[in-house]
């Protein structure tokens, strides 16, 4: 039912989401996987910070953060997210809305593991969205736990992934005197099929 065609092409969402995400990072002057996260506060007050997309899975997008930020708390409550990422340079965004779990097994330490020692201990120091006396408070910390946990820190415990599974994936890109292509990709909860209806600009 669907008209479908050029770089909407595809029957599953995750690899067209990863083929554009390819695409932008020839063309975006940086962070080409910086998504917009949306969350929502125990009053339903929405709350939007941008953080690095790290992985598309075959049914999820992962990012990472502090298990104590602010928008972990919030999605720790309500379970759910949603993002969007947008590329200036392809004209192009994707919305995604689901659900979140933790991954803070193997693959986040393996994804620690990858980062360079001064990031590894940063995350071990920042008591991320917590109040900060001063940028020498912070250094200071950073020091005192260079010495506790020295060149090969291990992943904190308070430091992890996020897993966004999607109920909802939107696919839009800008046409021609604002006639823009937008394609929603829905599945019920559990499912697995995708139902795919394109959308007015
Ligand atoms: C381009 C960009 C990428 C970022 N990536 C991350 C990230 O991957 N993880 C993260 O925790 N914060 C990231 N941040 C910082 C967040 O936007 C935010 O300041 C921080 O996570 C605290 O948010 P919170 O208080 O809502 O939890 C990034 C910021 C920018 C501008």
Redesign the pocket.
Known sequence: MSDRSGIFTGENPFELARSWLTEAEVSEPN?PN?IALSTVDADGMP?T????LKEIEDDAFV????YG????EEIEATGKASFVMHWKSLRRQIRVRGTVTREEGSKANAYYHSRSLKSRLGAWASH??QPLASRAALMAEVAKVTAVHGPNPARPPFWGGYRICPTEIEFWADGAFRLHDRYRWVRQKGKVEWVVVRLNP
Do not use: E, G, P
Request: positive net charge.
């Open positions: 962070d910086a709350n910070r941008m953080v690095l990012f990472y953060t502090n930020s602010v928008k972990a991320q969205s």
